[in-house]
Nanobody
Framework: QVQLVESGGGLVQAGGSLRLSCTAS????????MGWFRQAPGKEREFVSG????????YYDDSVKGRFTISRDNAKNTGYLQMSSLKPEDTAVYYC?????????????????WGRGTQVTVSS
């Protein structure tokens, strides 16, 4: 069992930056792939970014590529999502998730444990 807690969300103006953190407790964080997903009001949850167990491989949805950076510090049991050049359409609840899949995945079915989410609101 893994418990995940996201932090770092908030209200920011368009063009601004935020860094989300995802702190894990329970089983060894480094044993899991990690992903960030988001859900905007009235929309389905969508993949944002994923990272391999060791942090070597990263993946991004096209909508955030070049603006967001995913990373992890396994020694601190923490993952991060650095978000820059934020747009109003990035407004959503952001969730981190971990999974035991061998490969990083963009499918939420491949993630076993989820945090409760943190709200990110980007004003125009």
């Amino acid at each position: 069992q893994v418990q995940l807690v996201e932090s770092g969300g908030g209200l920011v103006q368009a063009g601004g930056s935020l860094r989300l953190s995802c702190t894990a407790s329970g089983r060894t964080f480094s044993s899991y792939i990690m992903g960030w997903f988001r859900q905007a009001p009235g929309k389905e949850r969508e993949f944002v970014s994923g990272i391999s167990r060791g942090g070597t491989n990263t993946y991004y949805d096209d909508s955030v590529k070049g603006r967001f950076t995913i990373s992890r510090d396994n020694a601190k049991n923490t993952g991060y999502l650095q978000m820059s050049s934020l747009k109003p359409e990035d407004t959503a609840v952001y969730y981190c998730a971990v999974g035991s899949s061998l490969r990083t995945s963009l499918w939420d079915r491949d993630y076993d444990f989820w945090g409760r989410g943190t709200q990110v609101t980007v004003s125009s």
